[in-house]
């Protein structure tokens, strides 16, 4: 088989695969679940309160790291981008510093806070869906007799995200240089990355 049949091969095996996922995905009704989550989470206003606690310090971190990001590196990149993405070097190193920025504020703030919390607001979930089973292999629960799930979850037994953060950044380090592709690099460089924390968030699930 020569080169372009072979090409041709691959990219129809990709695009049937693609069509099959999206069949099974529709199928499944799973799109519905980030929207059914958000009634969820809406509907007990408990559940909100660990996630209410982290907003300030969330906000002025992005608003630290934005600005300094920005301040400090964009120019550089946009200098050397122009070299290979030429008039739209500036748009695409703009991209390139928020996604940097975006990495470092999941990264610190996933280890100094968010990661309490979220992963307590999950907990909490498991526990008011009577999954108090799951729960237990991680979490200590509290013999009470409340309503409020956040009050029966106790001392945490696991560190669910373990070192999935610390990959996913040296992947990131990896992965920079195809923003030197110009335009498609870029796009391939967040499609990377966002598998790459699907994976991290979907292990943590599931462990």
Same mark, same amino acid.
């Given at each position: ?31 519905? =679940? ?6 969820? =989470? #809406?509907?007990? !206003?408990? #559940?909100?309160?660990?996630? *209410?606690? &982290?907003?300030? %310090? ?10 300094? $990001? ?19 070097? =500036?748009?695409?190193?703009? $991209? ?5 920025? /975006? ?5 610190? /703030? &996933? *280890? *100094? *806070? ?7 607001? =999950? ?33 945490? #037994? &696991?560190? !669910? ?20 592709? %110009? ?25």
């Amino acid at each position: 088989m020569s080169a372009p049949d072979r090409i041709k091969s691959l990219v129809r095996e990709e695009a049937n695969q693609a069509i099959n996922i999206s069949k099974d995905a529709a199928n499944s009704g799973s799109y519905m =679940f980030p929207i059914q989550g958000i009634y969820h =989470f #809406l509907r007990y !206003p408990s #559940l909100q309160r660990p996630l *209410w606690r &982290k907003v300030l %310090p969330t906000i002025l971190l992005s608003v630290v790291v934005i600005v300094s $990001m920005f301040f400090v590196t964009y120019l550089p990149q946009a200098a050397i981008l122009t070299f290979v993405d030429g008039p739209i070097a =500036f748009v695409n190193a703009a $991209m390139l510093v928020l996604s940097e920025s /975006s990495t470092l504020i999941l990264l610190i /703030s &996933k *280890w *100094w *806070w968010l990661d309490d919390a979220t992963v307590e607001v =999950f907990d909490a979930v498991l526990v008011q869906q009577n999954q108090t089973a799951l729960v237990s292999a991680g979490r200590e629960i509290k013999p009470t007799g409340g309503s409020d799930p956040l009050s029966k979850l106790g001392k945490r #037994l &696991k560190k !669910p995200f373990g070192d999935g953060l610390v990959k996913s950044l040296i992947r990131y380090v990896v992965l920079l240089p195809l923003n030197f592709i %110009p335009i498609i690099g870029t796009i391939i460089f967040f499609v990377l990355n966002g598998r790459s924390y699907q994976n991290i968030y979907y292990n943590s699930l599931v462990q």
